[in-house]
């Protein structure tokens, strides 16, 4: 069998579409780049071994879970151990205790915690806490924001070029009247901003964003926007909810509100947070979270909710992003790995922005300067992200689709990519470049 052969995977993925939805468990599952999802036998440090033998250096990271890198040894001691105490659910054990006191230490908005199992989980819990604490209903989201899969965030802009464009569903099955309370406005959009606050401010419950825009790749902050966030929100009593799903840890053991200096009221992490395993929470000022049931009366509860195998293994993570040094080495890595990607694309010719904070990062194939909103991103050029995607995963470098029409998903590394690994990557990524340069698919 050759070394880019994917037989396996290929039958694999006949069979599954025979009793699976789409054949996959998850719609994203399917690379729209290669038309097909990856089928992985095991996963260990940077790299993912598929079904059909093959090595893939691993820039998706599990969505951006896997911060610390796949298999993690402390991780999986601490899910061993889990397993010895007997896999405890819908129970409160001490490690809950010692997990929400952690992440009061680092995270800026952290003053209690509420575990639950998913980001969507979080950020709908984040918004009824900021409902029930204002007595308000609507909300203010940025266009292109993901902030999950419940019907409170599948909304869009009709046209995202038309700031008069009525807000409607981005999925089949959702109400359009499930839009009624959502106002929506684009990203780093000052003028925007002051306007709605202005004209909506006082009827607002919350204000929710990804600090850095990552689910577009990665869109940071203009200069003073978070800051504006923050002043005008605390004028109108409205809630400010970081939703650092993504974000966190990414640039910051703290996150993008450790980064910038803007302390939201709310905030949710999950993906990294458990390094793979499913954990979320929702956290924030004392006196909103005290909303929450049952001291108030925003339900909230989960069989599932903080499950230990998840809590552990995020006392371990934590233990190594809080360690001296981390994140310089970090963001060091990651400011040459992104300077020699752009590089590498700049030499061949290949019109590409590459922008990254932290681990995590997005390559605009087609535009050559920054994007600084969700509708600069729409210019990508997604036939020839597909073409190097391709060439990228024959040659052992394994990158996710999440489209093919708008923005461009996200990327990264983790902490298990050493220089060699992404030295590997960039030598690939120099010949595709030059492959495309001249034409060769």
């Known amino acids: 069998m050759s ?24 719609g994203m599952r399917i690379n729209p780049y290669l038309g097909k999802p990856l089928f992985i036998e095991h996963g260990e440090g940077a790299y993912l071994y598929d079904v059909d033998g093959r090595r893939l250096i691993d820039f998706n990271m599990s969505n951006g879970a896997a911060l610390l890198g796949h298999d993690h040894p402390a991780v999986k001691q601490a899910v061993q151990h889990g397993v010895e105490l007997g896999i405890i659910c819908a129970a409160e054990t001490p490690f809950h205790e010692q997990l929400a006191a ?127 966030l923050r002043e005008r929100t605390q004028d109108h009593g409205v809630v400010l909810i970081f939703d650092e799903v993504l974000s966190g840890f990414r640039t910051n053991a703290g996150g993008v509100s450790a980064t910038y200096g803007v302390t939201p009221d709310l905030t949710t992490h999950a993906k990294a947070l458990a390094n793979g395993l499913p954990l979320s ?42 360690q ?64 190097f995607v391709q060439q990228c995963n024959e040659r052992g470098v394994a990158f996710h689709g999440y489209t093919k029409a708008g923005p461009p998903g996200h990327a990264g590394f983790s902490l298990a990519h050493t220089d060699a690994d992404l030295d590997e990557a960039l030598n690939v990524f120099d010949t595709v470049a030059g492959n495309l340069a001249a034409g060769r698919t």
């Open 324 to 387: 001296p040094g981390i994140y310089d080495e970090l963001n060091a890595r990651a400011d040459r790995f992104y300077g020699q990607m752009q590089e590498i694309f700049d030499r061949n010719g290949i019109p590409v922005t590459i922008q990254g904070k932290g681990a995590r990062f997005g390559m605009y194939f087609g535009p050559t300067e920054p994007i600084t909103t969700w509708t600069d991103a729409f210019d990508h050029d997604h036939v020839t992200n597909q073409a």
């Open 102 to 228: 952690r992440m009061v230490e680092i995270i800026p908005a952290a003053e209690r915690v509420r575990f639950s199992s998913v980001g969507t989980e979080a950020t709908v819990v984040a918004l009824r806490v900021a409902r029930a604490a204002t007595g308000r209903s609507k909300y203010l989201k940025f266009d292109g924001h993901f902030h999950g899969l419940s019907e409170h965030w599948l909304f869009k802009s009709a046209d995202p070029f038309d700031p008069a464009s009525p807000v409607v569903p981005s999925s089949g099955g959702v109400p359009p009247h499930w839009g009624d309370d959502i106002i929506m406005i684009p990203w780093n959009d000052a003028e925007a901003f002051e306007t709605v606050m202005r004209e909506h401010g006082d009827e607002l419950a919350a204000v929710i964003c990804e600090p850095i825009h990552y689910n577009a790749g990665c869109i940071p902050p203009a200069p003073g926007f978070l800051e504006l």
């Open 3 to 26: 070394a880019t052969s994917t037989a396996t995977a290929d039958q694999l993925f006949e069979q599954a579409q025979h009793v699976l939805a789409a054949g996959v468990s998850a």
């Open 281 to 322: 929470s929702t956290s924030g000022r004392a006196d909103l979270m005290a909303h929450l049931a049952p001291t108030g009366t925003a339900v909230h509860s989960g069989t599932y909710s903080g499950h230990l195998l998840s809590v552990l293994a995020a006392l371990a993570t934590l233990e190594i992003l809080t």
